[in-house]
């Protein structure tokens, strides 16, 4: 079965950096999509950005810039570099893992089948 770790998460304050890193297990597709989620206090989740296993990436136009998402070393492993963090980045942030679309990966919840347990980033003001 399909198993998915974050790990990274912890308080910085604004201006800082924290560098998310997601691993993957049991997933036998060769072609995917990976994406980075959040839930602050609204409970609402929602994209951060995604990474298609073929390297085509999307942001959230709130992290444009700031966040970097990238596959490094070993390819089961996605990570999330986030740069000049802001107050407004305070959330949990879930990693998930999803079928591969030749239009792009989404940010709909519903098109991703596995996902880790969250960890928690805050930024104090």
């Known amino acids: 079965q399909v198993q998915v770790l974050e790990s990274g998460g912890g308080s910085v304050h604004a201006g800082g950096s924290l560098k998310l890193s997601c691993v993957v297990s049991?997933?036998?597709?060769?072609?995917?999509?990976m994406a980075w989620f959040r839930q602050s206090a609204d409970n609402r989740r929602v994209g951060v950005s995604n990474f298609r296993s073929d390297g085509v990436t999307k942001y959230a136009d709130s992290v444009k810039g700031r966040f970097t998402i990238s596959q490094e070393g070993t390819k089961s492993t996605i990570y999330l570099q986030m740069n000049s963090l802001k107050p407004e980045d305070t959330a949990k942030y879930y990693c998930?893992?999803?079928?591969?679309?030749?239009?792009?990966?989404?940010?709909?919840?519903?098109?991703?089948?596995?996902w880790g347990q969250g960890t928690q980033v805050t930024v104090p003001s």
């Open positions: 998930a893992v999803g079928v591969y679309y030749y239009t792009g990966c989404s940010f709909d919840t519903t098109l991703y089948s596995a």
């Open positions: 049991g997933y036998k597709f060769d072609r995917w999509c």
